[in-house]
């Protein structure tokens, strides 16, 4: 079927200079960031996706996507950030051993260094992050792997990850059936689109006998890869049409070790490194909340009441660092949102944007 709103396309930023930044992380990963410039501007903002998606996300032409909605109020220089987990990327297709103690030691400080080099060491630079983006971005900054950042906005979850219950019977059980029983080394939302009769085509048609809620068979994928519910990452009355049918395209495939490193954080209440033993993480901390009391920088902790991927996550975080840090970090919860569709929806530029607007206010110049 062809495709109404090209791959990878950036035509949902009008009037703007549009460039790449590739970089290389200290072990060896070459990743790339997109600079959306309308001119100079003394607060930068960086934007980070989540597990399976792209800076796609956040620049989607069918809406007033948060992209366009900076530029249009002043700021003039947006980076987004496409790190190991994007699916502009190959890494996800494979089963790979990477977990987010990666993520925060050698993506985020890489990526601070070229954004940098790029726009000097004076401008105050704000992180907008998603999802698995935003829990690995809260680690390196907690972590103490990357500083010098003066607020950041942190959707869904962040430092206490919880989940579903069903969540957390995925989480313990899916790795290893999918690996080693399955023999998959991914999950895809796309299987449907696989030649017919193959193992991937036969599974994403079984994911659809117990997702009947749409006609969208990646959209049934995703339920099953993420959260729980008929969807699960969004209302679909919350998205614009295209949005939904192209579901395919703006989340990608992932290999199944960041579910390890989740269900451990989920079990343990908080954000915990993965392998304390390896010495190539000694410079991360074995809790990531240890130092909370710490880290100056200010939060505004974002999540929908009907989240149904990472629950009260941010309600919880946000309950803990204020028990540390009494008003430093806030809180916002949006009505009759969920997971993904924060940033996704077709009124998000009405609904949401506008409270992320005034965090940033307070924050910069």
Excluded at 298 to 324: K, Q, W, Y
Aim: aromatic content about 10%.
């Amino acid at each position: 079927m062809a495709r109404v709103i090209p791959l990878f396309t950036l035509k949902g930023v009008p009037d703007a200079g549009i460039s790449t930044h590739p970089f290389v992380t200290d072990d060896g990963i070459g990743l790339s960031m997109l600079r959306f410039q309308r001119g100079s501007s003394d607060d930068v903002v960086l934007i980070i996706h989540g597990l399976t998606t792209s800076s796609d996300m956040f620049i989607m032409p069918e809406h007033r996507n948060l992209v366009r909605c900076l530029l249009d109020n002043g700021y003039s220089d947006v980076w987004t950030l496409d790190y190991r987990m994007s699916n502009r990327h190959p890494y996800n297709r494979a089963r790979h051993r990477y977990t987010m103690d990666d993520i925060a030691l050698f993506d985020y400080p890489a990526a601070l260094r070229e954004l940098r080099a790029a726009i000097g060491p004076d401008r105050r630079i704000h992180v907008i992050a998603h999802c698995l983006g935003s829990v690995s971005f809260t680690m390196s900054l907690f972590g103490g792997a990357v500083d010098g950042i003066a607020s950041v906005i942190a959707n869904s979850a962040a430092l206490t990850p919880r989940v579903p219950d069903w969540s957390r019977f995925k989480l313990a059980v899916a790795p290893n059936l999918t690996e080693y029983v399955l023999g998959f080394p991914y999950l895809d939302p796309r299987w449907a689109d696989e030649p017919r009769f193959t193992p991937a085509w036969a599974f994403a048609r079984l994911v659809d006998l117990f997702h009947q809620e749409c006609d969208e068979s990646s959209c049934h994928m995703l339920s099953m890869m993420w959260g729980t519910g008929w969807p699960a990452l969004y209302s679909h009355d919350k998205l614009h049409e295209i949005t939904h049918r192209r579901s395919g395209d703006l989340y990608g495939a992932t290999g199944v070790h960041y579910y390890r490193h989740v269900a451990a954080m989920v079990r343990a209440g908080r954000a915990v490194k993965y392998d304390r033993h390896d010495p190539l993480y000694d410079r991360l901390p074995n809790d990531y909340l240890a130092g909370a009391a710490e880290i100056d920088t200010p939060m505004l902790l974002t999540t929908g009441d009907s989240n149904r991927v990472f629950t009260d996550s941010n309600i919880v975080c946000h309950r803990r660092l204020e028990a540390v840090a009494p008003g430093r970090h806030e809180l916002a919860v949006f009505p009759g949102y969920g997971h993904q569709d924060v940033f996704m929806g077709a009124r998000v530029d009405r609904d949401v944007f506008p409270r992320l607007l005034d965090f940033l206010k307070q924050h910069g110049a």
